[in-house]
């Protein structure tokens, strides 16, 4: 059977949804709503990208080797593709495809309330009341406070310095950013989005953002020019704080996938909770030594509302 590769319209926006409603029988109502539909897939400009981050990828079984055949397609528009985590057979299969190991991605979080965080987990079992004295002891144990010298704004994408952005060294690849890439998720109609800057001793030396579900803070995005782990433990801790102060939000977690980052997470009181491997296809070997700096903005991670009561501590 033939089948033809095309670009999707916003008119064809209700069978997509429907089509992603019967491939995801669990997915949140949100997500396959119109205003939504029409907001993360249509809503970007044209601009050149030269590497494709796999989020939404599924395939009716009735056509078998379709989503392989959808791939390749996209692939071949690419000289680079990259995946974090996934289902089970996402997993399996990417080895098969051609992608290899690059690194790994770990998920960061802490406790901000832990009383109102139990009184709000769902199922209870005899495990919340060890969780909640662990979670007691971890927020404790790492007190929320703006480190010495350091103090934080809100900020309008068009404020960050061309400059601020995400620069790539001998040793890190980043992902682009800019003022447009804030506004698209600034604009989202189903997670709030707000961006914040880092200021050390008066300077402008950073930016975070951050992402709000029911009861939990993600800190979306951060960044620092600093190659200085004291700096990125500085703008975690700054980024937790600003967390804290929604009296509704009860953890906050963040994605590292440098030892830069990792370290940062560590000291800045964050414990470590999920593992997950970066993947590349990278047949021209274009990120080849270098560690890829991947956030929660990179992929749709930063606007999963996820379960009520669901926690990472």
Partial sequence: MKIDFQPTTQCEAAALSDFLGRMFPRAEASFLAEEHMAWKYWCVPGQVVPAVHLIDWTADPAHPGAGLWLLRQIGAKVPVMIATGGSAITRR????????????????????RPLRQALATRPRNWR???????????????????????????????????ELWPQPSASTAVTARDTGFYRYFADSPT??????GLEKG??????????????????????????????????????AVVAAR?????EVSAWASTALGKEGLRRAGFRLRERAAVSLFDEGKVLEGRTLHAQMLDCDASFFSGELGSYLT
């Fill in 246 to 250: 929604e009296r509704d939000v009860h």
């Fill in 93 to 112: 299969l990417l080895p098969v495809i051609g992608f290899r190991p690059h690194g790994e991605l770990c998920t960061f979080a802490r406790p901000l």
């Fill in 128 to 162: 919340l009341p060890g969780r909640l004295l662990r979670n007691t002891v971890w927020r404790l144990s790492s007190p929320l406070s703006l480190p010495r010298g350091w103090s934080v704004r809100a900020l309008a994408p068009e404020e960050v310095p061309p």
């Fill in 202 to 239: 008066g300077d402008l030396v950073g930016y975070f953002c951050l992402a709000f579900a029911p009861h939990v803070a993600r800190i979306a995005d951060l960044w620092l020019p600093s190659m200085k782990v004291e700096d990125w433990c500085a703008g975690f801790r700054t980024a």
């Fill in 191 to 196: 997670t709030r989005h707000e961006l914040f």
